[in-house]
C-alpha cells in the first residue's frame, strides 16, 4: 500500500503563501485521484482540492478558486497544494488523500495555522 506524508505546514501572516506538498511512497497512478483535505477545530473534514493523477484535471472548490492551486508531479510521486492570500479562517490541519477504485489512504496530516 503506498503511504502518504505531508509536509510545508506552518504558522503564517494574513496574506501570505504556503506550500504544502504530499510525498508517496509509490507511484501516485496507483490512485486514480489525489486529493486534499482539511479539518478546521470543531468542524467536518472537508475537500478542498482533487486532481486526477494521470490526466492531471484539478478541481478546486469554489471558495478557494484563485487562492489554491493543485498540482501532481509523477516522477517525484507528489502531489502538491499552493496556498495563496491565506486568511485566519484557512487554520486547519490539511490531510492528503490518495482514491483508488479499492480504498482511500490518508496522510497524518499538517498543521496550518494563519495569524491576523
Known amino acids: 500500500q503506498v503511504q502518504l506524508v505531508e509536509s510545508g505546514g506552518g504558522t503564517v501572516q494574513t496574506g501570505g503563501s504556503l506550500r504544502l506538498s504530499c510525498a508517496a511512497s509509490?507511484?501516485?497512478?496507483?490512485?486514480?485521484?489525489g486529493a486534499w483535505y482539511r479539518q478546521a477545530p470543531g468542524k467536518e473534514r472537508e475537500r478542498i482540492a482533487r486532481?486526477?493523477?494521470?490526466?492531471?484535471?484539478?478541481t478546486v472548490e469554489n471558495d478557494l478558486k484563485g487562492r489554491f492551486t493543485i498540482s501532481r508531479d509523477i516522477i517525484n510521486k507528489r502531489i502538491d497544494l499552493q496556498m495563496n492570500a491565506l486568511k485566519p479562517q484557512d487554520t486547519a490541519v490539511y490531510y492528503c488523500?490518495?482514491?483508488?477504485?479499492?480504498?482511500?489512504?490518508w496522510g497524518r496530516g499538517t498543521q496550518v495555522t494563519v495569524t491576523s
Open positions: 509509490g507511484s501516485i497512478l496507483s490512485f486514480t485521484v
Open positions: 486532481i486526477t493523477t494521470d490526466g492531471g484535471i484539478a
Open positions: 488523500s490518495g482514491i483508488s477504485r479499492q480504498a482511500q489512504s
